[in-house]
């Protein structure tokens, strides 16, 4: 080759290749995300030793989060010597009506008739007990009867009365325990209130 091409010795052209803008870019674009993590982890160590930002903390807390709804006020249910008991047995077995009345007369109940069912429900009453009212009841009566006999099934009937009937069936064998009964007539009148999920 002649010109300025010509080698001559041990001296040859240099020939580089055109730079690449590809690289330049990727270099680029990996300082920034460098950089981009070096100052967010700085932020996360300040936010580690300083405590973060306790207002917005609180903030957020209390707007992600309600609060707990006040408790209802206790109901007032009636005592049980207002309540007056008919105890009747559905059963075959003798003198078990007597013997549950005498039962709920220690427990401070006023007892009234004892005897056997009436047709309607002898031998008819496959659980532990009915509870029978008047619709004026299921508020207050015959729900605290019902802490006295877990299982028994409430029901009303047209009576004007404020009396209410204790059937017993079948699978009655006794009441509940004293300390049951208080359990479960104190979570009647004093309701949990609902926790928040948060």
């Known amino acids: 080759m002649g010109g300025k091409y010509r080698i001559t010795g041990d001296k040859y052209p240099r020939m580089r290749r055109p730079p690449r803008r590809g690289r330049l870019i990727l270099a680029a674009t990996a300082s920034v995300v460098a950089l981009g993590l070096a100052g967010w982890g ?3 160590l300040i ?3 300083t405590g973060g930002d306790k207002t917005a903390s609180a903030a957020d807390h209390k707007t992600d ?3 707990a709804k006040p408790s209802a006020p206790a109901k007032a249910l009636p005592k049980p010597a207002k309540i007056t008991v008919n105890v009747y047995n559905a059963t075959p077995r003798s003198g078990l009506a007597k013997q549950a009345a005498d039962e709920l007369k220690k427990r401070g109940f006023t007892i009234g008739k004892v005897g056997n069912a009436p047709a309607a429900y002898d031998k008819k009453v496959p659980g532990p007990g009915v509870l029978l009212g008047a619709p004026s009841a299921t508020d207050g009566s015959l729900p605290v009867l019902g802490t006295q006999l877990a299982g028994a099934t409430p029901k009303t009937d047209a009576r004007r ?4 009937d204790l059937i017993l069936g079948t699978k009655f064998k ?3 325990t004293p300390r049951s009964a208080a359990e479960a007539l104190a979570a009647l009148t004093n309701p949990t209130p609902a926790r928040p999920s948060c």
């Open 42 to 44: 700085t932020m996360q």
């Open 47 to 49: 936010d580690a030793f």
């Open 65 to 67: 989060c309600p609060s």
């Open 161 to 164: 009365t404020t009396d209410i």
């Open 174 to 176: 006794t009441f509940s």
